[in-house]
């Protein structure tokens, strides 16, 4: 089974601060990682796919990049509306989640 | 409008089974694969399984073999998860999901509300 696992578990940061979550996996999954945004008793929400591209209603402050073990998903200019858990996801070889990154407002 | 809608809230007693229906609208429901993933109390998420609409065939992750069974119904555009012999570890969220491409190689682009299922004596 393919493990992953973000870091850092939680993040504070202020209003307008470039944020970045990591994403490591346990062997290569070249670019079939997934990134979803889930807010208290909601489902999660697709942010990206495919390491980097932005799904469709997806805020353009948000970016993935990376490939093979490595990925980033960056926050440009974190905004009170992107208080939420992130999770990483691989789909290379079955489906994983990582545990999950809590951001919070500082 | 994409749409994913789950059945309500369950409460089932260990060793008993639980149902969960997922029915989709707004696309051709044969187009896309159909994931459940559940997510326990203040826990993330776990991937369970995944169904084919065309032809009904499933594949479920290691650790629910034997305890899950996923089924389809074209005619209704209606994805069940069965989840038989349950445990208070099985009590969660169950969400059903939409694969974002026609392959099954996808991240999932549309989620159900989800479902609470809760496992009590």
């Known amino acids: 089974d393919i493990q992953m696992t973000q870091s850092p578990s939680t993040l504070s940061a202020s209003v307008g601060d470039r944020v970045t979550i990591t994403c490591r996996a346990s062997q290569s999954i070249s670019s079939w990682l997934a990134w979803y945004q889930q807010k208290p008793g909601k489902a999660p929400k697709l942010l990206i796919y495919k390491a980097s591209s932005l799904q469709d209603g997806a805020p353009s402050r948000f970016s993935g990049s990376g490939s093979g073990t490595e990925f980033t998903l960056t926050i440009s200019s974190l905004q009170p509306d992107d208080i939420a858990i992130y999770y990483c996801q691989q789909y290379n070889s079955y489906w994983t989640f990582g545990q999950g990154t809590k951001v919070e407002i500082k | 409008q994409v749409y994913l809608v789950q059945s309500g809230a369950e409460v089932k007693k260990p060793g008993a089974s639980v149902k969960v229906s997922c029915k989709a609208s707004?696309?051709?429901?044969?187009?896309?694969?159909i994931h459940w993933v559940r997510q326990a109390p203040g826990q993330g998420l776990e991937w369970m399984g995944i169904i084919n609409p065309i032809g009904g065939n499933s594949t479920y992750a290691q650790k629910f073999l034997g305890r899950v069974t996923t089924t389809r119904d074209t005619s209704t555009s209606t994805v069940y998860m069965d989840l038989g012999s349950l445990r208070s570890e099985d009590t969660a969220v169950y969400y059903c999901?939409?694969?974002?491409?026609?392959?099954?190689?996808?991240?999932?682009?549309?989620w159900g509300q989800g479902t609470m299922v809760t496992v009590s004596s």
């Open positions: 999901a939409r694969a974002n491409s026609r392959s099954s190689r996808s991240a999932f682009d549309i």
């Open positions: 707004g696309y051709t429901f044969t187009s896309r694969y």
